[in-house]
Structures are given as structure tokens and as C-alpha cells.
């Protein structure tokens, strides 16, 4: 099997530089704990998890693996800093922030010892995230499931543009779900991937069999941008994306685009597997995801396709 | 220097997988024999010349090199028959269709021993033109500059996809602008790339400084994608695209954007240089173009830099 050593992979002390991202719905103690011990990075999804709740996880997440883990927490909800403040008092060593601006807890973060990552859409944000003190950023292409940056960006334009400007190292991610991928990745200049709908669809998420199915089930193309103008969100086509689209098309306002939204529509769709009126948040690798795999499963086999790819690309370029 | 032998360099015989795009009033015989004179595969774009014109470049680059060239024809032109049959006439062996049904001329095409290449956004698309009998496909993604696909894949989450569902070999398209890029998309599968926006930013291409600047200046951010509903396209910003995203925004309709659209937007901003009422194409990769270089030089840069991101993950990535 092959070995990979890159910063990322010094910074978090993990054995490969692949990161499961932190989902809503998706990604408790389970998941984490599962990437960790295989040599990954597991990251809690507080997104859709109450601060006691957090809590438990994390406290499971240290009794199912000695390996390092860290936790996600979405900066713009409404409790975040006492997501913050349970993260710190449970020991968590590393977190990747999103949604919002990461200078408002660098400070408590950093005085814990805490490594601090942020998810940034475009150059922009990633040279604010390092100005804040960010130990590396998380760059995500429009291809990405879930919320996306509004300048709708791609993660092959937007990684070696981040490269060049940051002196920190950039981890990639949208698009990803093989090894092929993450070859792809480190090609561009990253460190490091994090890959969310290849991990949505392991044994060990949380996400409902539904939700699981109608990721294998998806192509290319069964996935809709939409919500931009109160928070651009890519999801696999349904019911309730069609009425989505219809709504982008016809340029409904801001409030109306609420009221068609709703509240808890990814738990609704994600968790409780409602495969019609649910927000089935995804990515455009939706379409390389063909089974449902155990995490374990899933590194063996990422790591025979990024030997492969590397064999391939050996033999193709020649000195 | 580095030698690179893909099914691609075998189809076209050429030294490097490295296609020029075939681009409105940037790539007549001037820049295409450039490129194939550097040992990639050069493309007259016949998108922006009448029939007569485009036999004119065609014997002009016939004079320029004797390495094998293309021509670049979109299949929803008025006239694109007798684009066709100009290349013909001429005796150019290599066609890249693109915007229609590639099935229309295929089997005149075939006949004249031309090799047949179809441009796809989707794996829909690409199985359609494997199903006509192109010899190879270019899966462009949503941030390559000028026209784009409806489904808006990106070129990482399609090229895979592309390769695992076709048989004939896949060129990558869009977000491309250096060897990391050429690497990433050799890493995803692909045989060979297909670049516009840097080929569009050369000393040899015909457009106007004013466009070249325009691209030099821009950031990752710099572009955006408008007129979903009349044919989506990606341009750079300034007033005409401010106006186009306001429409977006508004949900106009249908002849209310032909109106704003207007005529010969490509050609008021590519050729003739006007930087802010003009429709002035290029892709995300735009941040990544810093200067102007002859196609010579670029070719040298992309070759080392391939060389260095291949180097680079032989260093990180170990058996």
C-alpha cells in the first residue's frame, strides 16, 4: 500500500491527508471516530447538533479512537460560540469553521492550542482566513453538495489560485470521491482533500438509507444549484428541487424563496429520508458513487485508485 | 524536458496532448500553426468566419506548418455546411464539432477520413457522441469561458465520470490554464487537455489587447455566467455583464435577454476591444494567466511545470 506525507499530514499527526467533512445529519461520533482509525481525518458536524449534544459526541468520539479527530462548526448559528466553548472544554484539538468569519474565535482557539481551519469559497476569503491566523484552509468548489460561495467557482480554478497566494497550505475540496481525485488535488498544489458526499454514502453515516440510495442513483447531472439569493445550496434533483429551479428561474424575491425553503428541510430529507420534499444536500461526485462502502472499505480502495492513477500518470509522462 | 504519450498524441500525431480551444476572433491560422509548430494540436476557430474566410486561414496555415492542425466548426450555424464542407475541400483531417448534434455530418466527416471530435458538458452528451461515432470527446466543465452546458458540471466531477462511462478517449476542457491543471486532468483520466482562455492570452492570438488585459487582470472571482435561458455563457465582468447578472437575478425573459444580448457582443469585446459593453469570454482560469507569452514560451512553461507538479507528488506520494 502506498504511503503519502504531505503538511497536512504532519499538521493533524493522521496517516493519509483525507478529511471527512463535518455534514449536517451525517457525520456524528460514528463517522469521525471510523475515518480517524483509518488513517483519515474524522470531523464531527456539529451543524445540526445542540451544544449537550456536541458534547456527547465528542466524548464518544475519544471512546471509539485514540487518533486525532476535530469538529465542524458553522460560525453563523445563532449558538455557535457555545459550540465553540463545548468543543474546547471536551479537549478537541483541531477545528474547521465555515459559514461565517473566522477571526471572531481565533483568539479563544489559539490560547487552547486549538488547530484552526477554515472553509473558504474563493481567494478572497482564503487570504482573510489566513490574515485571521488559520493554520490551513479548506477550498471548495461550486461542485461541492450543500452551501457553496457565491462566486460559484470551481475547485480545478479555484485550488491553484488559492496555492499561489497563500503561504498556508490549502486542502481541496468539491468534486471529490475517488482516487483519481485526489490525485487530481495534489496535482493542483493541495495538501490534502475533503471529500463529504463519498463519506455520506459509507456504512458508518448517519444519513438515511433513502438519502444514500438517491446519491448511488444520481449521474452527473442530478444535481441543481439553487437559493442564491439567501444562501446558494447544491442538492440532488427532487420534487422539491424542481420547485427550487422553477423559483430561480422566475427570480422570486428573498422572502418567497424563504417561504418555499421552509425550516429543517435537511434533516428532512437527509435524516429522515423524505426523497421528495426533502434537501437532499450533494455533490457533482454524486455520480461516481456506486455503493454503499465501510469506511474501511473506502480507504483501501481510495488509496489502490490514487496508486493507480499515479502508475497511469508514470507511465503516460516521461523525463 | 519531459515527453508525454497518451491515446490522444497517438489519434491527432502529435508530440504533446495539448489542444488549443477553437475560439471565436482569437485563433485563425496565426495562433493554431503556433500551437502545432510547438507540438501541440492547433484549432482554427470557424465560429466567428464565413466559408470563404475560413478556406483563407485554412491555406494560410497549411503555408505555416506542416504538422497536423484542426478546424473548430459549431454545428448550430446557418452555414455550418458549408463550414464543413470547406474543411473538406481543404484537405484538414481533424474537426472538433461543437453546439448541435454531432450525427449531422458525421458520416460525410468519416467518409473524407477526417478524425471527429465532439465537445460535451455532460456524460448524457459524451454517450451520444460515442453513439455517432466520434473518435474522442472534449468533456468541458462550467468554469471554461464562452458557451457552457445547462447541467453545469465542472470539470473535476465530469472527466472521471466521462472516462468510466465511455469508451473512446476523453480531452479535458475548462479551468485549465497550467501544468497543474494539465497534470490534474491527466490524474482524473483523461488523454489529453483542450485550453482557451490561456491559448486566448498569447502574443499569436488575434484578440485585441484590450480583452488580453482584461484577462490578465482578472482574479478567480473575475467571471461570471449569465443568459441561462438563451444560452449560457461565462464572461468576464464590467458593465455589459453587470447588466446580463442583474437580468439573471430578475428572472427576465426570454426576448427581453436577446434584446440586452444584442449582436456581435463576442466580437465588440474580443476583437474589437471594447472592455465594458463588450461580451468578453474567458474562463475561471483567468487568475491563473499573469502575462502575455508567445505560444513557444507557454509551451515551455506548461511542460515544466508539469514536470515539477509530477515531481512533487513522486515526492509525496510513495510505494
Known amino acids: 500500500m502506498i504511503s ?47 451544544p449537550e449534544l456536541l458534547r456527547e459526541h465528542i466524548r464518544d468520539c475519544f471512546s471509539a479512537t485514540d487518533k486525532p479527530f476535530g469538529v465542524n462548526i458553522p460560525l453563523l448559528r445563532g449558538d455557535a460560540e457555545d459550540l465553540v466553548n463545548v468543543t474546547i472544554e471536551e479537549g478537541v484539538k483541531i477545528v474547521f469553521s465555515s459559514a461565517g468569519n473566522p477571526k471572531k474565535f481565533i483568539d479563544i482557539l489559539k490560547e487552547n492550542n486549538i488547530t484552526v481551519v477554515h472553509v473558504v469559497p474563493s481567494v478572497k476569503f482564503g487570504l482573510k482566513a489566513e490574515a485571521a491566523g488559520c493554520d490551513t484552509v479548506v477550498g471548495e468548489g461550486v461542485e461541492a453538495g450543500g452551501h457553496n460561495g457565491i ?103 428573498e422572502e418567497e424563496l424563504r417561504e418555499l425553503l421552509g425550516k429543517k428541510r435537511e434533516m428532512m430529507g437527509i435524516f429522515e429520508g423524505n426523497e421528495t420534499e426533502g434537501k437532499l444536500e450533494a455533490g457533482q461526485s454524486s455520480g461516481l458513487v456506486k455503493e454503499i462502502l465501510t469506511v474501511e472499505s473506502l480507504f483501501k480502495k481510495l488509496l489502490k485508485e490514487i496508486e493507480e492513477a499515479s502508475n497511469r500518470n508514470d507511465k503516460i509522462i516521461k523525463d
Do not use: C
Open 151 to 253: 462566486d460559484e467557482i470551481t475547485t480545478l480554478a479555484l485550488i491553484p489560485q488559492l496555492v499561489d497566494s497563500l503561504n498556508i497550505p490549502v486542502i481541496a475540496a468539491g468534486g471529490i470521491a475517488d482516487g483519481r481525485g485526489i490525485l487530481a488535488a495534489l496535482s493542483l498544489g493541495a495538501d490534502g482533500v475533503q471529500m463529504g458526499t463519498r463519506f455520506a454514502t459509507t456504512v458508518e453515516s448517519s444519513a438515511h438509507p433513502n438519502y444514500k440510495k438517491k446519491v448511488i442513483e444520481a449521474s452527473d447531472s442530478d444535481t441543481i444549484l439553487a437559493f442564491k439569493k439567501i444562501g446558494l445550496v447544491r442538492m440532488i434533483k427532487n420534487e422539491f428541487a424542481d420547485k427550487a429551479k422553477v423559483a430561480e428561474t422566475e427570480g422570486w424575491k
Open 4 to 50: 503519502i506525507k504531505t503538511k497536512i499530514t504532519d499538521l493533524f499527526n493522521v496517516k493519509y491527508p483525507i478529511i471527512q467533512a463535518g455534514m449536517v445529519w451525517v457525520s456524528g461520533w460514528k463517522l469521525a471516530s471510523a475515518v480517524s482509525n483509518n488513517g483519515g481525518l474524522g470531523l464531527i458536524g456539529s451543524g445540526s447538533m445542540k
